[in-house]
């Protein structure tokens, strides 16, 4: 059964470091997004993606947030800068049209 | 705004007693009800949705427009059942869903 994936599992980086999650939705899913939650508290939506464009996004999703689907497989999610409170699990899910969303494992991002 | 309350952060219950978590949500447009489950070490899964008035696993959960409530029910849980388990909320045509913060289900031998 295809499944959502996303690399690396868990990602440690340095305060103001730049860094780019991945993700590989199932490959006919046509909408895409991201979400992440902080240790201890609920998974919150940061942005959806739809035809090569932001459809939707939080107000968690400044400025230093961006994403890319560079080519016909991949998702990305960058963080320019990051910051303490950015550490976090961020989880990748796609859909197609009306269907449940389909979430990846998840990449743990520990900024020190 | 959009809210979903799951009042109970942990829940723990022995091998064949009933299991209720209890998730509230805000009222505000027509909005669609769904329960999520995280096994150990496995993706955020979609465990079951109001629409579909179905039983998945052992599991209802049915959809109380008075009391805002969309509690998740199963009259006898089984050690397999341990799980995080999110509530969520859609509404206005969205598919992106407001999660609650999740109650942890262990359920003992």
């Known amino acids: 059964e295809p499944e959502v994936t996303q690399t690396p599992s868990h990602q440690v980086t340095q305060m103001g470091q730049e860094v780019i999650l991945r993700c590989v939705p199932i490959?006919?899913?046509?909408?895409f997004y991201w979400y992440r939650q902080i240790l201890g508290q609920k998974v919150e939506f940061l942005v959806s993606?739809?035809?090569?464009?932001?459809?939707?996004k939080s107000e968690i999703f400044d400025d230093q947030f961006s994403v890319e689907r560079p080519d016909g497989s991949n998702f990305t999610l960058k963080i320019r800068s990051t910051k303490l409170e950015d550490s976090a699990m961020y989880f990748c899910?796609?859909?197609?049209?009306?269907?449940?969303?389909?979430f990846g494992p998840g990449t743990r991002l520990t900024v020190l | 705004a959009q809210r979903v309350t799951q009042p109970e952060k942990l829940l723990s219950v022995f091998k064949g007693a009933p299991v209720e978590l209890k998730c509230n949500y805000s009222y505000s447009g027509s909005p669609e009800l769904f329960w999520y489950v995280q096994y150990s070490r496995q993706r955020l899964q979609l465990l079951l949705r109001?629409?579909s008035r179905e039983s998945i696993k052992g599991f209802t959960a049915d959809l109380n427009k008075g009391e805002t409530s969309f509690h998740l029910k199963k009259p006898f849980a089984q050690e397999e059942d341990s799980a995080m388990y999110y509530c969520?909320?859609?509404?206005?045509?969205?598919?992106?869903?407001?999660f609650g913060r999740g109650t942890s289900l262990i359920v003992h031998p």
């Open positions: 490959s006919n899913h046509l909408y």
């Open positions: 993606f739809y035809n090569n464009e932001i459809s939707e």
């Open positions: 899910a796609s859909r197609i049209l009306v269907e449940e969303q389909f």
């Open positions: 109001h629409i």
């Open positions: 969520a909320r859609t509404s206005g045509g969205s598919y992106i869903p407001t």
